[in-house]
DNA sequence: TTGACATTTAAGTTTAATCTTAAGTAATGG
DNA sequence: CCATTACTTAAGATTAAACTTAAATGTCAA
């Protein structure tokens, strides 16, 4: 059974395997098997996390020959970032003198 | 029981009541009984879910009388933040010519 | 064509997440 | 002190995610 039947990326980023993987695959296309090596894990899990990674779109794959080259599309990442973004004004501002005289004058309610 | 014993921020975002609340909270300091309302869901429901985040750092409470303040911190947001601008180099440039031009030139290995 | 390789898919188990209801706690107001 | 409000925590049910092993699929090479 397929395990999970999702396209959403905030859930496929969610799990360490899946973003290492996404990582791996900066590189350039990759054969399902090298993805898979670093885990100690069977090769049907992967297959599987895989599955999850490309009906969130963050992968295609396509045949060569035997093996099966996966290859990232970070678009769907766009979304996360555009979220995330949305919080940048609340980031503190560590090293940010004028970010501190304003915390200091209108400090965190 | 708890329903999540994790500190993952990843882990934290994925879930799209969980995001919903973070976006509330960029608002100010809300009660839990105010994040709870959008939401058809049992209040300890919620309460499980404002733990996920509190877990994650994402947010701090405090009491007010009888109420719990939930306040945002979005500063682990940055971590997804900087796993993500990872990818920025391989977003599609769909309006840039440039990006056009060099897609062409050097194409999707 | 047969056998080995590189996977995926199926089937089922285990573990973990998410939810519910009910009981517990802490503060306020009468 | 007692009831009410505003929650949290506990307990347990349900659903879904993440694995495993085994069988199936497609390709290559002899």
């Known amino acids: 059974m397929r395990p999970v039947q999702d396209t959403d990326v905030f859930h496929a980023i969610a799990h ?4 290492a993987m996404l ?3 900066k590189q350039g296309e990759r054969a399902a098997g090298d993805l898979a090596e670093p885990f100690g894990m069977s090769f ?3 297959s599987q996390h895989l599955r ?3 009906d969130a779109g963050l992968v295609a794959v396509r045949r060569d020959g035997r093996f099966r080259m996966y290859r990232l599309d970070a678009d769907p990442l766009r ?3 555009r979220w995330v973004e949305e919080f940048a004004a609340h980031f503190e501002r560590h090293l940010d003198a004028l ?3 304003l915390d200091a ?3 965190k309610r």
Chains 1, 2 share one sequence.
């Open 16 to 19: 360490p395997a899946r973003r």
């Open 23 to 25: 990582i791996a695959l």
């Open 44 to 46: 049907a899990a992967i």
């Open 52 to 54: 999850v990674l490309e």
């Open 79 to 81: 979304e996360v970032e």
């Open 99 to 101: 970010g501190r005289y």
């Open 105 to 107: 004058k209108h400090p």
